[in-house]
T-cell receptor
Framework: DTGVSQDPRHKITKRGQNVTFRCDPI?????LYWYRQTLGQGPEFLTY????????KSRLLSDRFSAERPKGSFSTLEIQRTEQGDSAMYLC?????????????FGNGTRLTVT | KQEVTQIPAALSVPEGENLVLNCSFT??????LQWFRQDPGKGLTSLLL?????REQTSGRLNASLDKSSGRSTLYIAASQPGDSATYLC??????????????FGKGTHLIIQP
């Protein structure tokens, strides 16, 4: 068990640029979640996948955001036309089955700064 | 609206003391409650998960309790150590909450243990 891995750790981009983050979950976990955390706040749910299917998206996930998990393994989160308000820590988590049965395991996150 | 509140927002105690962190939530219809630890600039580490049918969970010096009827949970840390310094986050999986299995987080309690 190597844990949840996220890449990159930090990303600085100019407003209007597109960025893509990657998450590699724990290998046997079939559920994958994306959260966003701003300074001084708890993480906020964005979306989650069961295998390759994206089952739910938060209203926080505007149409500039898209997430994929093409083969049910790693996932990518893309933000198009970034805005300064997108600056945050983007956290990925995975779990082995229905969440109510097992805890979420989080990665160390990708910190995005939009200038 | 389903919300999670943590009190206090910050706490500083001398090493060796026992302490209690509080979490309250607005809806008793939950799947489970989870306590996390977050170190600065890092992701979240799961500490304890309490299912809705359980009253408490213990791991080492940590004990978490759950009272669904009153919408409260406490995290008890015994014999605190400087290494316990971190932000502690409470998260609830609400039945029918946004994101199906998504967690709703509190803002956390920033804990400092003075050597």
């Amino acid at each position: 068990d190597t844990g949840v891995s996220q890449d990159p750790r930090h990303k600085i981009t100019k407003r209007g640029q597109n960025v893509t983050f990657r998450c590699d979950p724990i290998s046997e976990h079939n559920r994958l979640y994306w959260y966003r955390q701003t300074l001084g706040q708890g993480p906020e749910f964005l979306t989650y996948f069961q295998n390759e299917a994206q089952l739910e998206k938060s209203r926080l996930l505007s149409d500039r955001f898209s997430a994929e998990r093409p083969k049910g393994s790693f996932s990518t989160l893309e933000i198009q036309r970034t805005e300064q308000g997108d600056s945050a820590m983007y956290l990925c988590a995975s779990s082995s089955q229905g969440y109510y049965n097992s805890p979420l395991h989080f990665g160390n996150g990708t910190r995005l700064t939009v200038t | 609206k389903q919300e999670v509140t943590q009190i206090p927002a910050a706490l500083s105690v001398p090493e060796g003391e026992n302490l209690v962190l509080n979490c309250s939530f607005t809806d008793s219809a939950i799947y489970n409650l989870q306590w996390f630890r977050q170190d600065p600039g890092k992701g979240l580490t799961s500490l304890l998960l309490i299912q809705s049918s359980q009253r408490e969970q213990t791991s080492g010096r940590l004990n978490a309790s759950l009272d669904k009827s009153s919408g409260r949970s406490t995290l008890y840390i015994a014999a605190s150590q400087p290494g316990d310094s971190a932000t502690y986050l409470c998260a609830v999986s609400f039945r029918g909450g946004g994101g199906a299995d998504g967690l709703t987080f509190g803002k956390g309690t920033h804990l400092i243990i003075q050597p």
